[in-house]
Nanobody
């Protein structure tokens, strides 16, 4: 099992910034990538960003909607990934979830952190 814990959400005005964190614990040795998803009220959960977990080079991929505003990064020494969110818009309001893909073919999810962007 892998446990994931998100933090860093909150209320921010449009144009502002937030940094989300996700700490992994448990069987972290099985992780091969981690990512962020979000779910707005009444909408399906959608992909935000992904980062490779192992190796010297961190390969990242962002959704088009956030490509120029959000940056995903990792700190393997802390078993943590981050999502730096800049130039936030009201449409970024959602619950943000961290996930981890493992070599046991399972995908693990955190409990989510609320991000609210006011106009």
């Amino acid at each position: 099992q892998v446990q994931l814990g998100e933090s860093g959400g909150g209320l921010v005005q449009a144009g502002g910034s937030l940094r989300l964190s996700c700490v992994a614990s448990g069987r972290t040795f099985c992780i091969f990538n981690m990512g962020w998803f979000r779910q707005a009220p009444g909408k399906e959960r959608e992909f935000v960003a992904r980062i490779s977990w192992s190796g010297g080079t961190a390969f990242t991929y962002n959704a088009n909607a956030v490509k120029d505003r959000f940056t995903i990064s990792r700190d393997n020494t802390k078993n943590t990934i981050y999502l730096q969110m800049n130039s936030l818009k009201p449409e970024d309001t959602a619950v943000y979830y961290c996930n981890a893909g493992c070599s046991d073919s399972r995908t693990y999810w955190g409990q989510g952190t609320q991000v609210t962007v006011s106009s």
